[in-house]
């Protein structure tokens, strides 16, 4: 099986490498003499996808980079974005904040366009017959371009021109709404969706679920609850399911969280409650997403006792908890000051053998332990924590080297935990580079030239 893969990986990679050079000189891709590609049948489908995938990568960030922010501050919230103005602030040379601002111009406008041309060329030169997997490839990088009329003119030109092939179909214009609601385009992933019936695709409740949770995302609750109402109509083609419910619950305890309003807060984690009692009346079964949702808005808010309470619920109906429902109690713990019930709730859930405890788990306990001025504690969770197999941030450690120093425990800094911890944390920075290679290191010289 080895002997038989590895070669056509290495045929793609070599034919997306060839076309990146085309890509990146912005050459015609039918440039003679001497042709760039080899001929059929060394063009399949996988090669095809592996050279737009690699256009994309290289023109476009990923979205878990998009509105990434320097120092400690954590990431700022994902708000619809407005491309007409975006352009604008551009072209007059203003301030462009949000996504926009972390890419380069001029390839997020040269990766659609020579990505569709690539498209277009491979099936008219090379006689190439594209399927639906290329398609809805070719598609998603005209979405992460941002390129929604290129977008819908290809749809709408694909499902014309093929029509009794069914290239379109309703999971690749589900996945074109993911890709947008990660790019903060709701209103243009709604523009997508309403636009199945020109595709000649009909929604299902996938479709549905997939809009809901772009728009949850950019903070629009009010159209998110007009189309849940629609489900829920009597005799409706795609009523609601569990995953359905599950989306808004998690949205509103996740999203009401990062307002600054309490009363908005508030009012947000009850509609979330409304809806999980709702959920119960019709029948469904909630899962250990939709418990974990709540019990972290809860332990957010301070709501200790309704978080246990959900706890039990959850216990009783035969739904298992696993490290993020853990993470959530160690979480508030950790915040209140209240570190040995933190280490409870570790050791409980190491003992039930209900999840593997991570670099999530371990890290509010280290940070309270080093408030707390209980150093030594915090080094034998340090050093827990890297036996188990996990390495921990960056942060973490210089806090608990920094804190052993000023309490006169140098002694404790092992050479071998050291060597491991720096070992792991420059061996993530490597597999990162890899996804994204725009990033700096300061205060790591062994780090900073690569």
């Known amino acids: 099986m080895t002997t ?13 490498n060839q076309a990146l050079v085309f890509f990146i000189k912005d050459r015609p891709f039918d440039t003679h003499p001497s042709p760039p590609f080899p001929t059929t049948p060394s063009w399949t489908s996988d090669a095809v996808i592996e050279v737009l995938r690699s256009i994309a990568r290289f023109s ?38 949000g996504p926009a601002a972390y890419r380069d111009p001029h390839w997020a406008n040269l990766g659609p366009r020579k990505a569709l041309e690539f498209f277009r060329w491979v099936e008219t030169r090379l006689g190439f017959t594209h399927d639906e997997v290329t398609c809805r490839e070719m598609a ?3 979405a992460k371009g941002n390129a929604t009329k290129a977008l819908w003119d290809f749809l709408k030109e694909t499902s014309n021109k093929h029509n009794s092939s069914n290239l379109i179909t309703t999971a690749t214009i589900t996945c074109l709404i993911k890709l947008l609601g990660e790019q903060g385009l709701a209103n243009e992933a709604s523009l997508t969706f309403y636009r199945m019936k020109q595709f000649r695709c009909r929604p299902d409740v996938r479709a549905y679920n997939t809009l ?8 629009n609750f009010s159209k998110a609850r007009l189309l849940l109402e629609q489900m829920e109509l009597p005799g ?38 409304r809806l999980f009692r709702l959920m119960l009346f019709k029948g469904f079964v909630p899962d250990v997403v939709t418990y974990n949702a709540l019990i972290d808005g809860c332990c957010k808010t301070y709501r200790i006792q309704r978080a246990f309470e959900l706890f039990e619920d959850m216990k009783r109906r035969g739904c298992v908890p696993n490290r993020v429902t853990y993470d959530s109690f160690i979480r508030y713990y ?25 670099c999530s788990s371990y890290t509010p306990i280290i940070h309270a332990l080093c408030e707390a001025g209980r150093v030594v504690d915090a080094w034998g969770f340090l050093v827990e ?18 804190a052993l120093c000023l309490a006169g425990e140098d002694g404790l800094l092992g050479d071998e935990v050291h060597k491991r911890i720096k070992d792991g944390i420059w061996k993530r920075y490597r597999q990162t ?14 780090i900073e030239p690569v």
């Open 385 to 402: 924590l890297v036996d188990g197999g996990s390495i921990p941030r960056e942060y973490t450690y210089r806090l608990v080297c920094d």
């Open 334 to 358: 950790s915040a209140v000051n209240e570190i040995d019930k933190a280490i409870e709730i570790l050791r409980d859930m190491q003992r039930l053998n209900h999840g593997v405890a991570t």
């Open 4 to 16: 038989t893969t590895n070669p056509l990986r290495h045929n793609h990679k070599h034919l997306a």
């Open 212 to 219: 809901i949770y772009a728009l949850c995302r950019v903070g």
């Open 140 to 142: 998603c990088v005209l």
């Open 433 to 446: 580079m890899k996804v994204k290679p725009i990033m700096t290191r300061k205060g790591y010289p062994e």
């Open 60 to 97: 476009f960030h990923s979205p878990r980079s998009i509105g990434r922010q320097s120092g400690f501050r954590h990431r700022t919230p994902l708000r619809q974005r407005n491309l007409d103005d975006e352009l604008r602030k551009l072209r007059d040379g203003t301030l462009l904040l």
């Open 236 to 273: 409706f083609p795609c009523p609601p399911d569990a995953f359905t419910y599950t989306i808004l619950i998690s949205s509103y305890s996740r999203h009401g969280m990062k307002t600054g309003c309490r009363k908005a807060v508030r009012r947000r984690l009850y509609e979330a409650g």
